[in-house]
């Protein structure tokens, strides 16, 4: 009896170890926070830092130059918002990095990346093999971000739906999240 109450213990604990490692041989498509790098394609993207913009700050307002004329003004319970990304290519291919992000709270709300004109903002290109975005010789790469810009325009009640995910969509139709909390 006593040999039958150990050895229930040691199956379980044996099971639960072999299902814990199932899945692990692939690449990472989800992280649950910054800094993690996710593999989307064959490319690797990580969030460098993400954080709301203001533009009557120095630095910031740099950030939003270029953004549309038609985009500029925000509404009082608007606000700027930055992801900061960085992009590796590890494989022995060029590829094309991804052209479509997706920024969703929890109640399902979708916002899509504002295209601007900024040196720093995020605009698809070709990374060659062990090519990183942004390259080395912007600014951007060795700026305070070290990422280059989604800048998204989302409400103050967006922040309080969170933690947000970046959805990436490679060219490939590959997809990956990463959790963004504000």
């Given at each position: 009896?006593?040999l039958?109450?150990l050895?229930?213990p040691i199956?379980?604990?044996a099971a639960?170890t ?5 899945g692990?041989?692939?690449?990472q498509?989800v ?7 996710v593999?989307?394609?064959k490319?690797?993207?990580?969030v ?11 630095e910031?307002r ?6 549309p004329?038609?985009?500029e003004?925000?509404?009082p319970?608007d606000?700027w ?11 022995d ?5 991804a ?6 709270d ?7 990346p504002i ?7 995020y605009k698809?290109t070709t990374l060659?093999?062990?090519d990183l ?10 700026g305070?971000?070290?990422?280059k810009?989604?800048?998204f ?8 739906n969170?933690p947000?995910?970046l959805?990436i969509?490679?060219p490939?139709?590959d997809?990956?999240?990463?959790r963004?909390?504000?």
């Amino acid at each position: 009896m006593k040999l039958r109450r150990l050895a229930l213990p040691i199956i379980a604990a044996a099971a639960v170890t072999g299902l814990s490692a199932c899945g692990d041989d692939g690449p990472q498509k989800v992280a649950e926070s910054e800094g993690t790098s996710v593999t989307i394609g064959k490319l690797e993207y990580q969030v460098q830092i993400s954080r709301q913009l203001n533009p009557t700050d120095v630095e910031d307002r740099d950030y939003l130059q270029g953004v549309p004329p038609v985009q500029e003004d925000l509404k009082p319970e608007d606000v700027w918002f930055g992801i900061f990304i960085r992009v590796k290519n590890p494989s022995d291919q060029t590829l094309e990095t991804a052209e479509e992000f997706t920024l969703e709270d929890t109640i399902d709300d979708e916002y899509r990346p504002i295209e601007t004109t900024s040196i720093v903002g995020y605009k698809p290109t070709t990374l060659t093999p062990g090519d990183l975005f942004p390259h080395s010789n912007e600014t951007s790469a060795y700026g305070p971000t070290q990422g280059k810009l989604l800048l998204f325009k989302l409400t103050n009640e967006t922040l309080d739906n969170r933690p947000l995910e970046l959805k990436i969509t490679a060219p490939d139709g590959d997809e990956g999240d990463i959790r963004i909390d504000v």
